[in-house]
């Protein structure tokens, strides 16, 4: 019981540091390190991100891209990480006048979604994306709902705290299986307590403006594994 208080613990103060400030309207809540990348005619996403050195699920969940052939010249990437812009260079062709599968293909790795390990845990309008605006990222979807629409628990799991936390307004966090961990914020009222345990789709709290920072009623959700942010829609049902 102790290491599970203390790994809430520890959870409770990255987000702290990793998240000051929620906002109800499209603006992501922190600074972080990156550049935007122009495709040009014939780059592959894996090809850019193997030039950068970045993770294809990292890039693709914070672009929103969930599928490689969506890309195309002109349109900006993000690259988490990157301090300048890259030159990508062109796959290199045997000289051979037979048709050979083009050279990405066999190294291509496929984004990976888990659309249905979550369920929504309320139905609304999305008005912030998780992403990327302006520099800024947000790591999670800010959900709009009339107040006092019911939170309902994405997946079963311990509640690890439930409080008011700095910038999120009175919170909830669940620890689920596989490391994974669900942030529901700015919430009116929280109706379940620290240490108890809850079944996917029980009510956990109401849908209020306790972040103090806007008077738009909205959920901010978030889904994390290993600490880290995920990309929410690569999650939960489509």
Request: charged share 20%; net charge positive; proline share 7%.
């Amino acid at each position: 019981m102790l290491s599970k208080v203390k790994l809430a613990f520890i959870f409770i103060v990255i987000l702290l540091h990793s998240c000051s400030h929620l906002s109800p309207l499209p603006h992501p809540s922190r600074k972080t390190k990156g550049v935007y990348h122009t495709v040009k005619k014939g780059e592959t996403l894996w090809r850019i991100c193997s030039t950068y050195k970045a993770a294809l699920q990292e890039v693709a969940e914070i672009n929103n891209i969930k599928n490689t052939a969506q890309i195309k010249a002109g349109d900006r990437i993000f690259i988490p990480g990157a301090t300048k812009p890259l030159g990508v260079p062109a796959p290199v062709q045997p000289k051979t006048k037979r048709k050979i599968p083009h050279p990405d293909k066999k190294q291509q790795q496929e984004i990976k979604q888990h659309a249905g390990l979550f369920r929504w845990p309320l139905q609304g309008t999305i008005i912030a994306g998780f992403g990327i605006v302006k520099g800024m990222k947000h790591d999670g979807i800010n959900i709009k709902t009339p107040a006092g629409t019911t939170i309902k628990a994405a997946a079963g799991g311990e509640v690890v705290f439930s409080s008011m936390l700095e910038g999120y307004g009175k919170t909830i966090i669940l620890q689920h299986t596989d490391s994974y961990a669900t942030v529901y914020a700015n919430n009116q009222l929280n109706l379940v307590k620290n240490g108890s345990w809850v079944k996917q789709g029980h009510a956990i709290a109401k849908v209020g403006t306790s972040n103090k920072k806007s008077n738009v009623p909205y959920l901010h959700f978030q889904i994390r594994r290993y600490n880290r942010p995920r990309n929410p829609l690569f999650y939960l049902p489509k």
